[in-house]
Every structure is written in structure tokens, then in C-alpha cells.
């Protein structure tokens, strides 16, 4: 499994049972009840002896079983899922693995999506499996509650949930009580009966217990198994143990108060001091204890697996006496006290200790927790100590390594520990938090952090990795605000300070020096470097080696390259494939989606988008965003209309569950163009109405056209030019003479190919021939090494006529030729005929006769005619498409064809302008 921070795994063991545990064949008897029901809670206040029972059930069991013991740490839905999924591979490795990759993502998808996930995986298991989550009542989080109330509404068979909790957990129970999907046991049934004090009275004191006196305990106790075992240590140390039971009896005070009491006064001083002292530790093992305890300082604490023998000999003593410690592995080497005992020796603690005396224990724990590698520890003592100096420099120590093996999840964390004052004075820790923002693409809020550390730093040149890493990401900053030349400056700076040992930095930096120098109109030498980087040295850090084959296919992709930058996707892939990492084979996947649509291979556009918009959520959001597009654009290419919709909805869907506003944009847009390829203008029109273009990000930003597949203002002039009139035809132009100008400054051959397409139909409206076609010479000069297909195909016939045209002239003429084979028959096959006087669509195309004149501007084709006859009939869009043997899409296109043509958004508007002009329809 590939942890997003590191698993304490004594938190996966399940305890064993002690020599003194009382059988409760009723109880278990009742547990194995389970298989008729998803779920069993175990429900009382502390000490009653929850976890043994149920770690008693697990061991009778002969499948799978598996446990997982929470604590404050793990009230975290991200925490959480890591160790429930972390819990379930103990019995089957590799078996939630999708859902390990979506915890892994920048940000966590929607619960929905997790728990239908988790669902589906579990639903897979080989075998049942039953899975205790102890100490649920620390949780708060409503998400965790939802997430199990998400899966437990439609159970995963093979799963048998047990929740052991002194509270109720806010699952819906009620619901889950009236369809008999929950057992429970509850604190009533949990405690010990007369007979069940006399068994454990027996076994710890090793004499023969009086009935009476056992009742009296049970009774005063009310049953409480930690009651009964405190008494019973009280009572080791005496002659008359039933004097004790009776002073029990008559004490006024809290029974356990008065038992601790005594059980500590019975303990040599030593061992008091023992407990006490390591009263702060969650969980521990004999050289931890050894530096917690000893007299020497903090630094000279044991390093893991030293010999201990003064805590050892203590450990073993407590666990042979049964005093509240609980083995957390088979070694037994790690121990825990009971809760409920930890809770009254942290009480004792205060009491004999200052709150400087107890921060010592804490940065003994600390240092020891530091020099075994088991930094998350040492980071928690650190401030539990108050010592938030302390706690940054474990962050600092630890940062790279963290980002090096792509685990910021972890060090976002460990950042959220540490106060904001504390961070804000500590230049490492700011440029640490800025890596945390880039991975989470929230690149807006990083230039206050690099202006805050610079502001820190000021001369301190022997910082030069860290200022290197400052000017990295103030060139990536320019690059978007398309500061081509100040951005290639910085990038350049940060290569020559940041170490080739720090591969994060110097990945992104190889990566963003590539596009920056390709911006800059330097793609040879960029395209050289990085190829150098790749494959002359010697085999670079697996995040650079991913890095340089990704620059190198922007750079591709932007300069128009596309047989280039499909040789470098399928590279990429098998580098994600080699490295196991889905999010590098996701972006491969719609990378080399995005070139097989361009290709006009649907096919593999089909399977290449489908993969990516399968990890969407491990995918970056705009690349989700992307995949999703680029799918429905493949659909409507089919002639796919149920797959469109379809698609169309989920993008809608994914959107609206993540927190990237643009993207609601890129959404709006793509169903305006998906309209308008569908012959529906009136909704294109009506998103064109209701966008707000002028306050969303400009073109001139390069992150707006870079080499996506849908950027909202070019839909926008595409949607203008199907309007079709004077007005919008004017404004289309000056859009895209705009779009065109910052297109070619910034070097983007991708978008710009699609914007001259655009501008040679305008001209071609506008009767401006030699300008069309020059235009469209233009854009076929810089589509041909990239092997550009779909572009043409997308703007329909007026395309195929325009290109008909051009290549008559002897322009490109076999490339030409392989883009109108690629058209569909019913557009290469149009000519253009004028409406004639009266003529009556009821015949024929083929005998209709060409008017020497017409109101409109450009003539109907022949099926258009036979379309718009067939709509005056009435006929459904899917019964024209049978009548005439063509696809649900091409009628739609004709539809779309005529509107524009006509100047109509509706059925009955073209019908009518069509009798207007003189067009008779058949009775």
C-alpha cells in the first residue's frame, strides 16, 4: 500500500487476551450471530471491558479478521481512510487499492465517490472478513460517520463492520435497528455477574473467593470489570481480604478513586514514579520509557533497540502483575496503559509535577522519538511540550525527504500542527508551505508566502537551494501571466542554485524552464536540454524521470508536434506503468487521448479518454476536466448522442463536487459547443447570453489556451460565427485577431491552428474568398506536421468547401485530400443550390432546379432541403434520421446548418421563413 504518511502499525495488531480473562460464552455466542448482519456495536463507558471481548470473538473466528485502534490522530477523514484501508490489506493485500489512489489525489473526492468506492472493492473480497474499529468515540468528524453511514446503507457483503465506542456513533442507527442490520451489546450485558467477579477475583488473588464478598464487590462496582481488577490488586498486598471488600462497601468516596488510591500506595516508589512519568506516552517500549525516566537530558536518550534493562525489567514486572498494560504487538515490545488507568496517572502527573516539569518528559520523548525515525511522534511530544521552535525544526529536517517521495500529504499536516506565528518567522517553513499550495493548485495564494520569506532572507546568500526554489516558483508564477522572458530569467536562476539531489525542485524547475523556453520561442534548445537530462546522465530520481518526458510532450504538443509528443506519451506510460503511479498513467492517458482525437482516431480517443476519466480523481483537476471534454467531443464524432449526454453529465457532476471554480466555466462552455455541433443555437446563443467572459481569466494568460481542448472564449467566437450576422461575424473577427496575436507571441501552435480555422470562415462569411483561403493556408501550413484532422472536421461542410477550394490551388494537396476523405459522406457529397421560386421540397434533390436568385445569403445544400422538408412534416429528429438513413448527429448538424442559414433558432421559424421565401411543402 502506498501510504500518504506513515502507518504506526501497532494500531493494526489486535491485543491479546491476558492470562486472567474471563470467558463470556454468552456474549460470544451472541457475537456469532454475525453473519446475518453488516454491522455490530459494542457500546459502554471505559473499562468495561469492550476491546477484550471483542478481541476474544476475533480470536475464535477461523476467516479473516482484522483490527484497527483509533485515537485523536485519526479524527481526520484522510487519517481515517489510510488506516481502515491500511486494515483491511492485513488480510488482503492489494484489495482497496483504487481507493488507496483516490486518498492520494491533491484533494479528496466527494464523500459519494469514496464510499461507493470503498463499496465496490469490498464487495470483491475473496472472503468475509470481520473488522473491529476500537475507541470509535474519538471521532467527531461528521464526514468519517458519513463516510461508514455512505457504505452501510448498501452493505458490502463480504464486510462485517464491529464498532467498539463508549458513545453512540452518528451512523443512523435507528434506521439500521428497524431493517435488523445491527447488533448490540451494550453496557448491561457487559457486566460481570456475581459469578463472573468470583472467576476474576479467584484467578488474580489465587485464593478461594467468598460468594458474599464477591456479590458485594459486583454490587458496589455495579459490575465494572476495571472495579473488580483494581479491588483485586488492592487486595494482593493484604491479610484480610474481605476487611477490604468491607471498607469498599462502606467508602462514600468513588470506588475507583479510592481503589487507585490503593493501588498505587501498594506499589514501591520507584514504580510509581515509573507510571507516572510515562503517563505521557500513548504507547511505549521499554528504551523509550529508559529516556523518558532516566536522569540524563533529552539528547542522550536510547536509540531504538538498545538494551534497556531497567524499564524492561519494570514492563514485564507490570505485565506479569496485570497492572493495565496492554501488548500492541506480538513481540510483545510495544505497550499501552488502559486507557481509563493512563487518564488517572496523567491526574497523578499534574498534581506532583510543574507544567516546565512535565515539558521535560515530553522533549525526552521527543528527541528519543527523532533519533528512531519516527518523526510524526517526536513532532506531537514536541508540542505537546510547547516548544514550537522544536517542532519547526523537526518540519525543516524533514521537508525535502517528504516532497522527494511525493508524501506532502504528510507534511501538510505536519504544517497544520504547528502555529502560524511560528511558521511565519521561519523562511523554510514558508517556501515548505508554497510547495503544499503548488501540489494543491492553489498557485494563487504562493506569492504572498515568497514575498514573506524573501522579505526574511533578504542577503542571506549561503540559502542559495532555498532562493533557488524562491526563484522557481516566481517563474512559474510569470509564466501563467505570460511573462515569457522574466519567467525563463527565473527559471534559469533557480537551475543554477537549486541541487540535482533536491529532485523535486529541480524536477519542476527542468519542467518549467522546457515550457517557459518554448514560450520564449526557444523549442530546439529546449527539446535538446531536456532530452539531454533525460537520457545522457545517469538514470535521474523517479519524479525528475517523469518530469522531463512530461516537459518535453507540452512543449511538443504546444509547438504542434503531435507524432512527437505521442511517441513521448507512450513513453510516460510506461514510466507511470514501471513506477506503479496511476496519476503519472492518467495524465499519459489523456495526453494521448487529446492527440488521437486531433488524429481524428475515435477510437483510440475513446479508450485513451475513457482510462483518464476513470482516475479522475487521482488525475489533475484540469486534466479531469479535460478528459472529460475531450470524451464527449469524441462521442458527438461518433454520432453517439446517449454517450454524450451521458458524459456531458458526468463532467457536470464531477465539477460541481470539487472546489475549482474555472473549471465551471470550461463546463458551461463545452455544453454550449456540444449544442451548437448538435444544431441547437438557440442554446449556444443562450450560454453566450448568460457568460460572464469578461470577468474570468483572459486569453493572454497562458493557463486559459495552453493546449486544452475547450477554452471558453474561443467556444464563444465559434458560437458568433454560427449567428452568423453582420454584428457577430464583426465581433468574431476582432476576437480572434486578438486570440490569434497572443497566440503566436506566446509560441502556441496548437491553439492558434484552431483560431485561423475560425478566421478563414469568418472571411469566407463576410465574401472576403482570398482572405479565407489565405488564412486557411496558414493554418494548414502549421496543422501538417502535427498531422491535424479533427480541427477541419468539427467546423462541418463550409470547412470541406473552404479546404475543397484551397487545395485546387495546389495547396497541401495530399494533406488536403486526407482531410476531406475524413469528412462525413452526406458533407463531402453538398453542393450548393440556390432555393428555387416555388419549388416544392416534396421532390427529389436531385431535380430541384437552381433559382437565378435568393434572398439568402448561402444557398441550402440538398439535404438541408430534404431536412427542412421533413421537419415541416413534423417528424422527430430520430425519424428523419431513419427516413433518410444518416445519424441521430448528422440530422442534428443539418438542423444547425439551417438555422444559421436562415437566421432562425426553432423548427417553426424556419419553417416559416422557408415559406417566405417561397418554398412550397407538400399537403
Known amino acids: 500500500?502506498?501510504?500518504?504518511?506513515?502507518?504506526?502499525?501497532?494500531?493494526?495488531?489486535?491485543?491479546?487476551?491476558?492470562?486472567?480473562?474471563?470467558?463470556?460464552?454468552?456474549?460470544?455466542?451472541?457475537?456469532?450471530?454475525?453473519?446475518?448482519?453488516?454491522?455490530?456495536?459494542?457500546?459502554?463507558?471505559?473499562?468495561?471491558?469492550?476491546?477484550?471481548?471483542?478481541?476474544?470473538?476475533?480470536?475464535?473466528?477461523?476467516?479473516?479478521?482484522?483490527?484497527?485502534?483509533?485515537?485523536?490522530?485519526?479524527?481526520?477523514?484522510?487519517?481515517?481512510?489510510?488506516?481502515?484501508?491500511?486494515?483491511?490489506?492485513?488480510?488482503?493485500?492489494?484489495?482497496?487499492?483504487?481507493?488507496?489512489?483516490?486518498?492520494?489525489?491533491?484533494?479528496?473526492?466527494?464523500?459519494?465517490?469514496?464510499?461507493?468506492?470503498?463499496?465496490?472493492?469490498?464487495?470483491?473480497?475473496?472472503?468475509?472478513?470481520?473488522?473491529?474499529?476500537?475507541?470509535?468515540?474519538?471521532?467527531?468528524?461528521?464526514?468519517?460517520?458519513?463516510?461508514?453511514?455512505?457504505?452501510?446503507?448498501?452493505?458490502?457483503?463480504?464486510?462485517?463492520?464491529?464498532?467498539?465506542?463508549?458513545?453512540?456513533?452518528?451512523?443512523?442507527?435507528?434506521?439500521?435497528?428497524?431493517?435488523?442490520?445491527?447488533?448490540?451489546?451494550?453496557?448491561?450485558?457487559?457486566?460481570?455477574?456475581?459469578?463472573?467477579?468470583?472467576?476474576?477475583?479467584?484467578?488474580?488473588?489465587?485464593?478461594?473467593?467468598?460468594?458474599?464478598?464477591?456479590?458485594?464487590?459486583?454490587?458496589?462496582?455495579?459490575?465494572?470489570?476495571?472495579?473488580?481488577?483494581?479491588?483485586?490488586?488492592?487486595?494482593?498486598?493484604?491479610?484480610?481480604?474481605?476487611?477490604?471488600?468491607?471498607?469498599?462497601?462502606?467508602?462514600?468516596?468513588?470506588?475507583?478513586?479510592?481503589?487507585?488510591?490503593?493501588?498505587?500506595?501498594?506499589?514501591?516508589?520507584?514504580?510509581?514514579?515509573?507510571?507516572?512519568?510515562?503517563?505521557?506516552?500513548?504507547?511505549?517500549?521499554?528504551?523509550?520509557?529508559?529516556?523518558?525516566?532516566?536522569?540524563?537530558?533529552?539528547?542522550?536518550?536510547?536509540?531504538?533497540?538498545?538494551?534497556?534493562?531497567?524499564?524492561?525489567?519494570?514492563?514485564?514486572?507490570?505485565?506479569?502483575?496485570?497492572?493495565?498494560?496492554?501488548?500492541?504487538?506480538?513481540?510483545?515490545?510495544?505497550?499501552?496503559?488502559?486507557?481509563?488507568?493512563?487518564?488517572?496517572?496523567?491526574?497523578?502527573?499534574?498534581?506532583?509535577?510543574?507544567?516546565?516539569?512535565?515539558?521535560?518528559?515530553?522533549?525526552?520523548?521527543?528527541?528519543?522519538?527523532?533519533?528512531?525515525?519516527?518523526?510524526?511522534?517526536?513532532?506531537?511530544?514536541?508540542?505537546?511540550a510547547g516548544d514550537g521552535l522544536a517542532a519547526a525544526q523537526l518540519v525543516e529536517e524533514n521537508a525535502r525527504a517528504l516532497l522527494d517521495e511525493d508524501r506532502w500529504h504528510v507534511l501538510e499536516r505536519w504544517m497544520a500542527r504547528l502555529p502560524d506565528s511560528v511558521i511565519?518567522?521561519?523562511?523554510?517553513?514558508?517556501?515548505?508551505?508554497?510547495?503544499?499550495?503548488?501540489?494543491?493548485?492553489?498557485?494563487?495564494?504562493?506569492?504572498?508566502?515568497?514575498?514573506?520569506?524573501?522579505?526574511?532572507?533578504?542577503?542571506?546568500v549561503t540559502a542559495q537551494p532555498l532562493w533557488g526554489e524562491v526563484d522557481f516558483f516566481w517563474g512559474h508564477h510569470w509564466y501563467w501571466q505570460g511573462q515569457r522572458t522574466r519567467s525563463l530569467d527565473l527559471l534559469n536562476r533557480a537551475l543554477e542554485r537549486i541541487p540535482k539531489a533536491h529532485h523535486l525542485a529541480r524536477g519542476e524547475a527542468e519542467l518549467w524552464w522546457g515550457l517557459a523556453s518554448q514560450m520564449c520561442g526557444q523549442k530546439e534548445e529546449a527539446v535538446r536540454r531536456l532530452k539531454r537530462w533525460l537520457y545522457d546522465e545517469q538514470e535521474p530520481h523517479p519524479g525528475r524521470q517523469t518530469k522531463l518526458p512530461g516537459?518535453?510532450?507540452?512543449?511538443?504538443?504546444?509547438?504542434?508536434?503531435?507524432?512527437?509528443?505521442?511517441?513521448?506519451?507512450?513513453?510516460?506510460?510506461?514510466?507511470?506503468?514501471?513506477?506503479?503511479n496511476r496519476y503519472i498513467k492518467a495524465w499519459a492517458s489523456y495526453l494521448q487521448g487529446l492527440i488521437h482525437y486531433y488524429w481524428n482516431d475515435l477510437d483510440g480517443a475513446t479508450r485513451h479518454f475513457d482510462k483518464a476519466v476513470s482516475d479522475r480523481y487521482i488525475l489533475h483537476t484540469a486534466a479531469a476536466v479535460e478528459s472529460l471534454v475531450g470524451l464527449a467531443l469524441t462521442y458527438q464524432a461518433l454520432g453517439q448522442p446517449d454517450s454524450v449526454e451521458a458524459t456531458a453529465s458526468l463532467l457536470l457532476e464531477y465539477v460541481q463536487g470539487i472546489n475549482f471554480p474555472a473549471s465551471m466555466t470550461v463546463t458551461r462552455s463545452c455544453q454550449a459547443r456540444l449544442s451548437l455541433m448538435q444544431g441547437d443555437l438557440e442554446s449556444a446563443l443562450h450560454w453566450l447570453e448568460m457568460a460572464d467572459l469578461a470577468t474570468a481569466d483572459q486569453p493572454s494568460d497562458p493557463g486559459v489556451m495552453f493546449f486544452w481542448l475547450e477554452v471558453p472564449h474561443v467556444t464563444q467566437c465559434r458560437i458568433l460565427v454560427a449567428q452568423g450576422s453582420a454584428a457577430s461575424l464583426q465581433e468574431a473577427g476582432e476576437k480572434l485577431a486578438e486570440y490569434g496575436k497572443i497566440a503566436k507571441g506566446q509560441n502556441n501552435t496548437r491553439q492558434l491552428i484552431d483560431i485561423l480555422l475560425l478566421q478563414s470562415l469568418v472571411y469566407q462569411k463576410q465574401s472576403q474568398s482570398d482572405e479565407a483561403l489565405a488564412t486557411l493556408e496558414r493554418a494548414i501550413t502549421l496543422a501538417e506536421p502535427g498531422g491535424f484532422i479533427r480541427p477541419f472536421l468539427d467546423l462541418g461542410s463550409e470547412m470541406a468547401e473552404l479546404l475543397d477550394r484551397l487545395s485546387q490551388r495546389g495547396v497541401a494537396p495530399a494533406y488536403s485530400a486526407r482531410i476531406l476523405a475524413a469528412f462525413p459522406d452526406e458533407m463531402k457529397d453538398e453542393s450548393p443550390l440556390q432555393v428555387a421560386d416555388g419549388a416544392d421540397l416534396s421532390i427529389a434533390a436531385s431535380t430541384l432546379e437552381q433559382a437565378p436568385s435568393s434572398s439568402l445569403v448561402e444557398p441550402l445544400t440538398a439535404r438541408e432541403l430534404d431536412v427542412l422538408a421533413l421537419m415541416a412534416q413534423g417528424l422527430t429528429n430520430k425519424e428523419i434520421a431513419q427516413r433518410l438513413v444518416i445519424s441521430h448527429g448528422t440530422v442534428r448538424q443539418h438542423a444547425y446548418n439551417l438555422y444559421r442559414k436562415l437566421q432562425v433558432n426553432t423548427r417553426q421559424q424556419a419553417v416559416i421563413k422557408a415559406v417566405d421565401l417561397g418554398i412550397r411543402f407538400p399537403e
Not at 274 to 284: C, G, N, P, Q
Not at 309 to 326: H, P, T, W
Not at 552 to 579: C, P
Request: with cysteine; hydrophobic share 45%.
Open 424 to 460: 511565519r518567522q521561519r523562511p523554510r517553513l514558508l517556501i515548505a508551505k508554497a510547495w503544499v499550495r503548488f501540489h494543491q493548485f492553489a498557485i494563487q495564494s504562493i506569492p504572498p508566502l515568497l514575498k514573506l520569506a524573501e522579505s526574511i532572507l533578504e542577503d542571506d
Open 551 to 580: 516537459s518535453l510532450i507540452f512543449v511538443y504538443l504546444l509547438s504542434g508536434e503531435f507524432n512527437d509528443a505521442a511517441q513521448m506519451s507512450r513513453q510516460l506510460h510506461e514510466l507511470g506503468t514501471k513506477h506503479n
Open 1 to 384: 500500500m502506498a501510504e500518504t504518511f506513515p502507518i504506526i502499525q501497532t494500531k493494526l495488531y489486535r491485543p491479546p487476551l491476558q492470562a486472567d480473562f474471563i470467558p463470556r460464552p454468552q456474549l460470544l455466542a451472541q457475537l456469532d450471530g454475525w453473519q446475518q448482519r453488516p454491522l455490530t456495536l459494542v457500546s459502554a463507558p471505559a473499562g468495561y471491558g469492550k476491546s477484550t471481548l471483542v478481541s476474544a470473538w476475533l480470536e475464535s473466528l477461523d476467516g479473516p479478521t482484522a483490527w484497527l485502534s483509533l485515537d485523536e490522530q485519526d479524527n481526520d477523514l484522510e487519517v481515517f481512510l489510510t488506516y481502515f484501508l491500511a486494515c483491511i490489506q492485513t488480510s488482503f493485500p492489494g484489495a482497496v487499492d483504487d481507493t488507496v489512489a483516490l486518498i492520494g489525489g491533491a484533494e479528496l473526492p466527494p464523500l459519494r465517490v469514496l464510499s461507493n468506492s470503498l463499496a465496490n472493492e469490498l464487495n470483491r473480497l475473496p472472503k468475509r472478513l470481520v473488522l473491529a474499529i476500537d475507541d470509535y468515540h474519538v471521532i467527531s468528524r461528521s464526514r468519517i460517520d458519513e463516510l461508514l453511514s455512505g457504505f452501510l446503507k448498501h452493505p458490502p457483503r463480504p464486510l462485517h463492520l464491529v464498532i467498539v465506542t463508549r458513545t453512540n456513533p452518528q451512523i443512523n442507527l435507528n434506521r439500521l435497528r428497524a431493517l435488523g442490520q445491527v447488533m448490540e451489546i451494550r453496557t448491561q450485558q457487559l457486566r460481570f455477574s456475581v459469578l463472573d467477579t468470583m472467576e476474576l477475583l479467584e484467578r488474580l488473588l489465587q485464593v478461594e473467593v467468598d460468594k458474599y464478598a464477591a456479590s458485594l464487590l459486583e454490587d458496589k462496582t455495579e459490575g465494572w470489570v476495571t472495579g473488580i481488577r483494581l479491588a483485586a490488586l488492592s487486595m494482593r498486598h493484604r491479610d484480610n481480604a474481605q476487611e477490604l471488600l468491607s471498607r469498599i462497601a462502606s467508602e462514600r468516596r468513588y470506588v475507583w478513586d479510592y481503589l487507585i488510591s490503593e493501588v498505587l500506595s501498594a506499589l514501591k516508589p520507584e514504580i510509581q514514579d515509573f507510571l507516572v512519568e510515562t503517563a505521557v506516552l500513548d504507547r511505549f517500549c521499554a528504551p523509550l520509557c529508559d529516556a523518558v525516566v532516566g536522569e540524563s537530558d533529552a539528547e542522550s536518550g536510547m536509540p531504538f533497540g538498545a538494551s534497556a534493562a531497567g524499564s524492561q525489567s519494570i514492563l514485564e514486572a507490570l505485565r506479569q502483575d496485570n497492572l493495565f498494560i496492554i501488548p500492541l504487538d506480538g513481540q510483545r515490545r510495544w505497550f499501552r496503559y488502559h486507557h481509563f488507568f493512563q487518564q488517572i496517572l496523567l491526574a497523578e502527573l499534574k498534581k506532583r509535577y510543574s507544567e516546565d516539569e512535565i515539558a521535560v518528559f515530553h522533549l525526552k520523548a521527543s528527541s528519543w522519538y527523532k533519533q528512531a525515525g519516527l518523526v510524526d511522534e517526536a513532532l506531537q511530544h514536541a508540542l505537546d
